[in-house]
């Protein structure tokens, strides 16, 4: 159950008239806008870039190398252009290990089995046919997001696409450690990653989550919106309970801000953007990055260098 949101009329009505306004803009701006249901990377700073790109040198869930953490389209199913074809030959020495041939067998190319098997495990990718793409919500410099179709469960998803330099590996392994996390994680105040798309002539993948209307940031920006005291008790009830269960399952999101933290027009909350979440021990005993969190949300002892930290950096940014 989520939150009542004030002058709800009024927001409706300020959303349509932004809406508006959007398709009034050169196509040039619209590219370089953040939609308020993000989920991509577009509002980084270029330090906050080189954050996250440091990030990759941090401890990390081990991958055995064998086996393996936002141009307006057309209106159309979600299809691969010329542009998206890989010329790298399948690697056939990988079918030899029965389990990376049954992966391959249900779909998921060679190129991301070999790399990010782990994160496949038990999935079966889903065919792009099976989504039709609505509109372009945000590009970032990683990523493109996408408000599209399911077609086969008739709802709205939000398409998060990653396109991978095959030459990088560890881009590939960034983000098979952020599919990993999520799908550890099962809480209603939790973005849902509910499946993943990808082709075998494709260097990119789509990551399927489920759809919200605004971030926190968006919507407390809407002229006349104003939150009462209930709404952010309620909010910060919603935030505390999805970033417990974060906790309990050994998970450090470490990038908490509004931006971060959608919001659907039942007044739920959900914590989305885990490109920059971990593993942690409770011990601290493994040592982690200390370039982390949005400058603005960053605790003392991250900016002061350390390296062992545990929930209080997500608790500081909450706070």
């Keep these: 159950m989520g939150c009542i949101i004030s002058k709800k009329k009024s927001l409706k009505r300020h959303h ?3 809406q508006h306004q959007q398709r009034k803009e050169s196509s040039e701006k619209r590219s370089s806008r953040i939609n308020s249901s ?9 330090e906050e870039q080189e954050d996250r790109s440091s990030y990759r040198d941090d401890a990390k869930v081990e991958f055995n190398s ?6 307006h389209p057309e209106i159309s199913e979600i299809g691969d252009t010329d542009e998206d074809e890989d010329t790298t030959p399948p690697h056939e020495e990988l ?16 190129w991301l089995v070999s790399v990010a098997g782990e994160a496949l495990v038990d999935w079966t990718p889903r065919r792009a046919s099976t989504f039709e793409k609505l509109e372009k919500i945000g590009q970032g410099t990683y990523s493109s997001v996408y408000k599209a179709r399911d077609l086969i469960n008739n709802k709205i ?12 590996l560890e881009s590939v392994k960034f983000m098979a450690r952020e599919i990993i996390v ?11 990653l509910e499946g993943l798309i990808t082709a075998s002539v494709s260097s990119s993948l789509y990551l399927v989550f489920e759809y919200m209307d605004h971030d926190l940031v968006g919507l407390a920006s809407i002229p006349g919106i104003k939150f ?7 909010y910060m009830k919603q935030l505390l309970s999805g970033l417990h269960h974060c906790h309990s399952r050994g998970v450090l999101h470490r990038d908490i801000k509004g931006s971060n933290l959608l919001i659907d027009s039942n007044g739920v909350l959900k914590i989305a953007d885990f490109g920059l979440a971990t593993f942690f021990d409770p011990e601290n005993r493994i040592p982690l990055t200390s370039r982390v969190v949005t ?11 350390a390296c062992h930290y545990g929930v209080g950096v997500d608790l500081w940014s909450t706070g």
């Design 228 to 234: 009462s005291e209930p709404q952010v008790k309620c």
């Design 16 to 18: 349509h008239h932004h």
């Design 157 to 168: 998803v939000a398409l998060k696409r990653v396109r991978f330099d095959l030459s990088d």
């Design 295 to 305: 400058l603005w949300y960053r605790p003392p002892e991250l900016l002061l260098g």
């Design 95 to 110: 079918k030899r290990d029965p389990s990376v041939a049954e992966q391959m067998a249900a779909g998921w190319p060679a």
């Design 66 to 71: 064998s086996r393996y953490s936002e141009k």
């Design 38 to 46: 993000r989920i991509d990377d577009s509002s980084q700073s270029k």
């Design 182 to 192: 999520m799908r550890r994680l099962d809480h209603p105040n939790v973005l849902k």
